[in-house]
């Protein structure tokens, strides 16, 4: 099966199981997504009307970061996930999600994958 994924995206967001992560201060999410479809047609066709748009997935991770506030990125993810296999094309999709800036020593995250 094909890819089309986005790595690294940075966005801002208020997520945590901490009162302030949620409520006053934003902090940086890195995200890695990746949706499994066949890409033949779009192959076939060079139309990207013919596979999933990458871009596609950066608009639904901003607006699921941005315009939520959930305890656990663990929701995050499983959020952005669900959104992308709203497209019936997509067979699976993998959600990586990071917290760079929350400790001086490590990156914690979770990643997911879910399929139909």
Avoid: W
């Amino acid at each position: 099966m094909d890819k089309v994924f986005i790595e690294g995206l940075r966005l801002s967001g208020k997520h945590g199981v901490a009162e302030h992560e949620r409520t006053t201060t934003t902090q940086d999410f890195m995200l890695d997504v990746a949706a499994e479809l066949d890409t033949g047609p779009a192959a076939k066709s060079d139309d990207i009307a013919d596979t999933v748009d990458y871009m596609h997935f950066c608009e639904i991770a901003k607006d699921v970061v941005s315009n939520n506030s959930f305890y656990l990125i663990e929701k995050v993810a499983q959020t952005i996930a669900d959104r992308i296999l709203e497209d019936a094309r997509v067979t699976s999709v993998s959600i990586t999600i990071r917290k760079p800036d929350l400790l001086d020593n490590g990156v914690p995250g979770i990643s997911i994958i879910r399929s139909r």
